[in-house]
């Protein structure tokens, strides 16, 4: 199995604050990888596939970047419903796996 | 727009076999578009994909439960479903279902608590 690690596990900002979230993959997946956001109680949603394109409908405060095995998300001038848990996908090969997660917590 | 709804008990005894169903609407799961998949979250392995199924009812299971699970269709019903035997605490969580093009996560269902438990 392809092991994706995420760091951090968690993080503490503030609003308007820039962040960077990222993952690792154990084997290179190209650009086969995509980033969910989680809001407690709920489904993840998609934001961005393929490493940097941004789903319909996301803000573009939110950005992707890497290839190969790392990869991280942006998050631009932080808004309070960005505070949830972010979670890495590789899409390369079965098994897929997910990264165990960032929380992103207010300051 | 696909919507998804997962159905099933809350509550399964362990060794016995859970029984999940997703219903589908916003379209027909008898097309090539999108993939089936489920996908559980417990607080010890967070995500994990556990399997899909394709509209002519081919199959991709995880390594780790292809020996307990079964994947399958009804396209009478525009479902989709899942079978897990010999459950044991480690099998608790939430359960999703989701349709995916590529391996891309779209469309999920709200998900469905399902425990373990004598």
């Known amino acids: 199995d392809i092991q994706m690690t995420q760091s951090p596990s968690s993080l503490s900002a503030s609003i308007g604050d820039r962040v960077t ?23 993840p949603k998609v934001l961005i ?18 290839s190969g095995t790392d990869f991280t998300l942006t998050i631009n001038g932080l808004r309070p419903d960005d505070f949830a848990t972010y979670y890495c996908q590789q899409s390369n090969r079965t098994p897929y ?8 917590e207010i300051k | 727009q696909l919507q998804l709804q997962e159905s099933g008990p809350g509550l399964v005894k362990p060794s016995e076999t859970l029984s999940l169903t997703c219903n589908v609407s916003g379209g027909t799961i008898n097309s ?27 199959t991709n299971y995880h390594p780790s439960l292809k020996s307990r699970v079964t994947l399958s269709l009804d396209t009478s019903k ?6 897990l035997r010999s459950l044991t605490a480690a099998d608790t969580g939430v359960y999703f279902c989701s349709a995916s093009t590529t391996m891309i996560l779209y469309y999920w269902g709200q998900g469905i608590l399902v425990t373990v438990s004598s």
């Open chain 1, 49 to 66: 596939s393929t490493a940097s394109s941004l789903e319909s409908g996301v803000p573009s405060r939110f950005s992707g970047s890497g």
């Open chain 2, 78 to 83: 525009n479902q989709f479903s899942l079978q």
């Open chain 1, 21 to 43: 979230i990222t993952c690792r993959a154990s084997q290179s997946i190209s650009t086969y990888l995509n980033w969910y956001q989680q809001k407690p109680g709920k489904a």
């Open chain 2, 32 to 58: 090539p578009t999108h993939y089936w998949n489920w996908i559980r979250q417990s607080p010890g392995k967070g995500l994990e994909w556990i399997g899909s199924i394709y509209y002519r009812g081919a």
């Open chain 1, 97 to 104: 796996t997910f990264g165990q997660g960032t929380k992103l």
